[in-house]
């Protein structure tokens, strides 16, 4: 502070909350070559300057009635604490925030005002540290159009006076170091924009934990778990193993299963419960529907908030870490459902942080998604590209995810999505692609490859390469979810069986682009909802074809190249519709035909899970082909899937409640063969039709040598395999 004015503007500014800059007037500080101290104790009678072992070393003039106090350091003193005296018997003795330096270095400035630091998540939000022997909290945030940021929380009575933040100009970080806040303290941002506005109060877009609405406030959380899954770890590679079975049961932990009183399971509940149910099905991955902190119920997770928060509905983030330790332990992979597309509108999170539209864009024809009220990330600014894959490398190293599933990829792809003319403005060259999307994703995949992880793409269109690698000009996910399988199948089994055969193309057409993409058949939540039946309410017929419709239409999906995913639910049979407020129906399963469909899914992971054939060439020609398309007369499918080592498997499906007798099917080889699946199977509430075993005679049929003559069941789905092949 210079001249007497000057001085007193800026008093006048820190008292009203209105300076941006405090450090430059509390603290200690060098003055005429004497060392001044300063406070800011709003509603104090008197401050003490004293040292560690509470001996007075000054008493401290009030120097402005709002509560700033001063005093001069005595000679060779440098340590000092502050004895606050508010009344009678309410006096503290604390640590004052404004004597410590930035506890962030150079090079953490430096990358993250480049926006290129990949653990962005240890060095801005709320981490406990041990400063100068003194252990507090620092916080750390992005809002460089603020006018001033404060921490403010039980600590300091809610009160954004206390604890404004010093401010980095370079990249718009904030920061301060609090002494003594610890483990479970209660913290939210208070920032005036621009303008010296106050704004609504925001929660830590780096916050690991969250408390639930209406609160909403950030957690200061340290994680003290040990994890135990080392040998799991020890196996994640680079390059995913394309050719290793993948069966994904897809879970919404809210509504999995709930405790008789109708609350939630918690994450330490579902690892005792879930990860073992799993497990004895024989899948192979759990995944998860977004569990980062969202504020409403109802949209699933896919609305999120707390972006760095696993949600506090079913426990805390360690509790969260021991869930995904127990299926590691027990053989099964973990994927996230992973929303970079959009974000929430509500005031407490992102939505115009610090007044400006730092995370999205300005124009809403590119920063906002009509059809969910949701804003789009502005992926081409650095530091947001920075915060999104920063998070994604989070749940990757922090919490031990093996993949991430990433929602509604179109709508990132194409700026015109879900958008009238005039709606949506052009890239640089007049396209309709998002190329700073497109950039986001393309670095993202490169950074989760590099990190152990596989990558998801839930994409609806043709857009070319989404699972081809990045140097090859693609986007790089691992995988890409096949919506016109889903699709096409799914209209083709909803039909009566008598109409079937005017359709038989929506079961075959898939084959023609199946290896375009290292594709995932998903029946996913999306199928179960909105009027659209569940999967056994698609099947016609009365309840016999019905579950025999989907036992048949469940073991082709399973001989169909491609990783698997079945939404929790569908194993079971349910009648109606997914309720994310209520428990799926357990009690079918009293009832044998519901049991049996789980009987078969339990049967069809594991074959899938034993014969390389079904699994090993996924993502070429070479693991399929085709013994019969043609017959839509009789609504009957014939195929082979074949593994790297030249063993092979027929599959077979008939589409109609009739029998076919003496039905000949073409092989490649003679000798016997046995059936390892018939959906029709007594074990599956089936009728029990076709045999355990045929021979392949010397009779050419379907451009083959050989040729088996069955009985096909009705509506159902027969596996055979050459008996030398074995197990």
């Known amino acids: 502070m210079t001249s007497r004015k000057n001085r007193q503007a800026e008093i006048e500014a820190l008292v009203s909350g209105r300076h941006n800059n405090p450090f430059a007037i509390l603290g200690p500080h060098r003055e005429s070559r004497r060392r001044i101290v300063r406070t800011f104790q709003p509603g104090a009678e008197s401050v003490q300057l004293v040292d560690a072992a509470g001996a007075a070393l000054a008493d401290m003039e009030k120097i402005h009635k709002g509560g700033l106090f001063e005093a001069t350091m005595p000679p060779r003193k440098r340590r000092y604490l502050l004895r606050v005296t508010f009344g009678p018997g309410n006096t503290h003795v604390i640590e004052d925030p404004y004597r410590f330096p930035s506890a962030l270095g150079e090079l953490d400035l430096y990358l993250l005002g480049e926006g290129s630091d990949r653990f962005i998540y240890q060095k801005l939000g709320a981490h406990l540290r041990v400063l100068q022997g003194v252990a507090g909290t620092r916080f750390a945030v992005w809002a460089p159009n603020a006018s001033r940021v404060s921490v403010i929380g039980d ?162 983030p360690d509790d969260f870490r021991y869930f995904i330790d127990c299926c590691h332990t027990n053989g099964i992979g973990v994927i996230m459902d992973w929303v970079p597309a959009h974000f929430p509108n509500d005031d407490h999170g992102l939505r115009r942080f610090d007044g400006s539209a730092l995370y999205e864009h300005e124009d809403p024809r590119k920063g906002e998604h009509a059809d969910w009220g949701t804003l789009i990330f502005n992926y081409g600014r650095r530091e947001v590209m920075n915060y999104l894959i920063g998070n994604a490398l989070y749940w990757i190293s922090e919490f031990h995810i093996d993949g991430l599933r990433v929602d509604a990829v179109a709508s990132m792809l194409y700026l015109d999505y879900s958008r009238a003319d005039g709606e949506w403005v052009p890239n640089v060259h007049g396209g309709n692609e998002n190329l700073e999307a497109i950039e986001f994703l393309r670095r993202m995949n490169i950074e989760l490859h590099a990190n152990c992880a596989t990558s998801f793409a839930e994409e609806s269109t043709a857009w070319p390469g989404v699972s081809k690698p990045v140097d090859a000009g693609g986007l790089g996910f691992t995988y890409k979810w096949n919506m016109g399988w889903m699709n096409d199948t799914l209209s083709y089994m909803s039909e009566d069986s008598v109409h079937r055969k005017y359709h038989h193309d929506k079961m075959t057409f898939g084959l023609v682009y199946a290896f375009d993409e290292n594709f995932v058949l998903p029946l996913s939540h999306d199928e179960v909802v909105h009027g659209k039946r569940s999967i056994l309410g698609r099947m016609p017929g009365d309840d016999w074809q019905q579950f025999a419709n989907l036992r048949a239409y469940y073991a082709t999906m399973f001989a169909h190249p491609g990783k698997k995913l079945l939404f929790m639910g569908n194993e079971i049979a349910q009648h109606d519709e997914w309720n994310h407020d209520r428990s799926l129906d357990w009690h079918l399963l009293k009832h044998e035909p519901h049991a049996g469909v789980q009987k078969l899914v339990r049967d069809l992971n594991g074959l899938h899970r034993k014969t390389a054939a079904l699994h090993e060439i996924d993502f070429s020609g070479d693991g399929f082909e085709w013994i019969s398309w043609e017959d839509s007369d009789n609504s009957v499918l014939s195929w082979l899937r074949r593994d790297k080592h030249g063993g092979y498997v027929v599959c077979i499906s008939n589409m109609t409640p009739v029998a076919r007798e003496d039905y000949r099917v073409g092989v490649p080889t003679g000798g016997d063969f046995r059936v390892i699946l018939n959906t029709d199977s007594e074990y599956y509430g089936g009728g029990g039709a076709g045999c355990s075993a045929a021979t392949a005679n010397e009779i050419e049929h379907n451009g083959r040598a050989h040729s088996l003559l069955l009985t096909l069941p009705p509506l159902a789905t027969l596996i055979l395999q050459p008996a030398q092949q074995g197990d």
């Open 155 to 316: 600590f300091n009575s809610w009160d954004g006076r206390h604890h404004v933040m010093r401010l980095h100009p370079g990249n718009g970080i904030w920061e301060i170091f609090i002494p003594a806040v610890g483990n479970g303290a209660l913290y939210k941002y208070e920032i005036l924009n621009k303008d010296g506005k106050l704004l609504p109060l925001k929660a830590d877009p780096y916050g690991s934990h969250h408390e639930p609405p209406p609160g909403n406030s950030s957690i200061v959380f340290d994680s003290e778990y040990s994890w135990q899954d080392g040998e799991w770890m020890s196996h994640r590679t680079i390059e995913p193993d394309l050719d290793k079975p993948v069966s994904i049961y897809e879970v919404h932990l809210g509504s999995w299963r709930r405790k008789d009183d109708g609350s939630y399971l918690t994450y330490r509940d579902l690892a005792d419960e879930l990860v073992g149910y799993v497990a004895d099905l024989g899948f192979t991955h759990i995944e998860l529907m977004p569990v980062s902190e969202h504020p409403f119920d109802g949209s699933w997770g896919y609305q999120p908030v707390g972006m760095f928060a696993p949600t506090q509905r079913f426990g805390s």
